[in-house]
């Protein structure tokens, strides 16, 4: 009888003992990833696929799941989604635009030392670093249409006839044009809490700048406002960018800022804020999951717009 030959195991090498030993260090992360990130993930898609509403959650995973395309058929349908779609994208590119112009003019405002230079850009930082909840109580008690100091000062200086509910009114004419009073309310609160940032982003470009550039300018005879239109903001071109594009895909999922001031109302209604009032208001988790997914999709688009600006940013 032959006997079977043996098999003499291979002595592991270095390199698969730092393998298996970075594995074991990076396997905790991994499975907090999986538990926080992808297994919600998942579940969102097939609660977007499937028929399933708030009560159906103490039977799910004991009945079959009825998968379904009909909760995108109705939110590509729905007014209330493509109103919501265009007022979060008119709401994040007027907060991107904004926040952006504030933060660059500040930078340029005190980009030369004076007396107390440290102490006003500290002050800037203040709606920065300000809790979004006490930041929003802020704002209502000043706006507040029967005590707020805004609508005081509107009746006793400049002649309002009438206190103007600034947090719920869709929109008003001034000087013949309709204004969204609500919505403009809010890109100016989230204007005020987000300029800082680019500011911070500007000023650290900016003091990266060579001095010696604007002095052979000036020897050029190139005034203050050539240097800034063909010196200072090329140089600020690839950071001002990324500051825009990373703003709007900010602002396109803010949930807090919106819901704390307005709850939605005066045409105030964002893509988040409908996603939470399919799911609360009405229970309907697949349309609500339906929602999200697509609100996803759109920013995977634009997440892949600012990988491809930063890779240009990089090259150049």
Do not use: H
């Amino acid at each position: 009888m032959r006997a079977r030959p043996t098999t003499i195991a291979r002595p592991t090498t270095a390199a698969q003992r730092a393998n298996r030993s970075g594995w074991l260090l990076v396997s905790p992360s991994l499975a907090v990833v999986a538990l926080v990130v992808l297994l919600p993930f998942a579940l969102v898609v097939v609660f977007g696929f499937s028929e399933i509403r708030l009560v159906d959650i103490p039977y799910l995973g004991t009945e079959p799941i009825d998968w379904t395309l009909d909760n995108f058929r109705q939110a590509a349908a729905s007014q209330a989604f493509w109103g919501a779609l265009w007022t979060t994208v008119l709401y994040a590119g007027l907060t991107a635009v904004g926040s952006l112009a504030v933060g660059l003019a500040l930078a340029l405002a005190l980009r030369r030392p004076f007396p107390g230079r440290g102490l006003v850009r500290a002050l800037l930082l203040v709606p920065y670093v300000l809790p979004v909840v006490a930041a929003a109580t802020i704002w209502k008690t000043a706006l507040n249409p029967q005590y707020g100091v805004v609508n005081a000062f509107g009746r006793a200086y400049l002649g309002w006839d009438t206190p103007v509910g600034f947090l719920s009114t869709t929109t008003a004419d001034v000087w013949g044009i309709p204004v969204p009073v609500a919505l403009l309310v809010v890109v100016l609160f989230d204007v005020w809490k987000s300029a800082p940032l680019a500011f911070l982003f500007l000023t650290a470009r900016l003091q990266s700048v060579p001095g010696e550039i604007e002095e052979a300018a000036a020897l050029d005879g190139a005034n203050r406002r050539q240097a800034l239109r063909f010196i200072l903001l090329p140089q600020l071109r690839a950071v001002a960018l990324l500051l825009l594009l990373l703003r709007f895909i900010w602002s396109f999922q803010t949930f807090d800022d919106v819901y704390l001031l307005t709850e939605g109302a005066g045409s105030t209604q964002v893509m988040a804020i409908q996603v939470y009032t399919e799911l609360v208001t009405k229970a309907d988790i697949g349309s609500a999951a339906a929602f999200g997914l697509l609100m996803s999709l759109i920013l995977c688009v634009l997440l892949a717009g600012y990988v491809l600006l930063s890779r240009r940013t990089d090259e150049a």
